[in-house]
């Protein structure tokens, strides 16, 4: 338990390449996965209220040859560190794979977060990007963990869904993603083009790699340099901006629509 309990701290969890997962949606999803035909699931932790109430989370552990070991209350919050525990914790084997291991031409929208450092956030936007049916998110050394635990909790689950690169350099990110055949487009408040002028000019039909920038300064002139175009998200109303999970929700679906379009053949 108490190497489990480690696992909090960003340097052993980069040591152990391991993560805790919280909650019965979470755990549920990391049991569904597979990493290189093993489990991603090392352990599992659980309070007996919490194992009467997901039973069938339990049982599927057992069944895949996953240790689970009872705990108390106390114990619960102690690997959690939240007010209120759900009672349910798994290790997780890392998830992430080398930026050279993204298939050509397999991608057709992928989020790129670069410098983003707020947990919830970078979680937030792990969840749309797999609402809206991304390929992959990818995210800068600049970044946070992606196994921060408010991270994995934000993302509520859909870390186990997507392909995950994670500690690149955005340059690396954005030749790379380019060579993968993407569009990289920024997003940005003071950007050049108007998202709605792009979505009707065809312009996120294709492939494309959306480069989303830090909560506070957002993007830097020179990582906006990087990107092929420059699209600002109209404010219609009297709001200064949108936060950014928002305003990386209305890309990526935007994205998605216009490339279900061309994939019926846009009139």
Not at 134 to 141: N, P, T
Request: aromatic share 4%; charged share 20%; with cysteine.
């Amino acid at each position: 338990m108490q190497a489990a309990r480690r696992l909090a701290k960003r340097a052993f969890r980069a040591r152990e390449r391991r993560f805790l997962a919280e909650g019965p949606q979470a755990v549920k999803e990391a049991l569904a996965r597979h990493t290189g035909g093993r489990h991603t699931v090392h352990e599992m932790f659980v309070t007996s209220e919490a194992a009467a109430r997901h039973a069938d989370i339990s049982g599927a552990a057992a069944a895949a040859g996953v240790a689970v070991h009872r705990v108390s209350g106390e114990v619960m919050s102690a690997l959690t560190q939240t007010v209120t525990p759900q009672g349910i914790v798994a290790v997780c084997a890392f998830l992430d794979s080398p930026l050279a291991e993204m298939a050509p031409a397999a991608h057709r929208l992928v989020a790129l977060l670069a410098h983003v450092r707020d947990p919830g956030n970078a979680g937030t936007v792990i969840r749309t990007a797999d609402a809206a049916g991304a390929d992959a998110v990818v995210l800068s050394g600049e970044s946070v963990d992606p196994y921060n635990p408010k991270c994995v909790r934000a993302s509520a689950g859909s870390i186990f869904h997507l392909p995950l690169v994670a500690g690149v350099g955005v340059e690396a990110a954005v030749v790379t993603l380019r060579e993968r055949g993407l569009r990289v487009l920024a997003a940005d408040g003071h950007g050049e083009l108007d998202l709605d002028q792009v979505l009707d000019d065809g312009v996120l039909d294709g492939p494309t790699a959306w480069l989303f920038g830090n909560e506070a300064w957002g993007l830097p002139p020179a990582t906006r340099d990087l990107a092929d175009a420059v699209v600002r998200v109209p404010i219609h109303g009297h709001a200064e901006s949108l936060n950014l999970a928002t305003a990386a929700a209305v890309c990526l679906y935007a994205s998605a629509r216009a490339q279900r379009l061309a994939s019926k053949g846009r009139t």
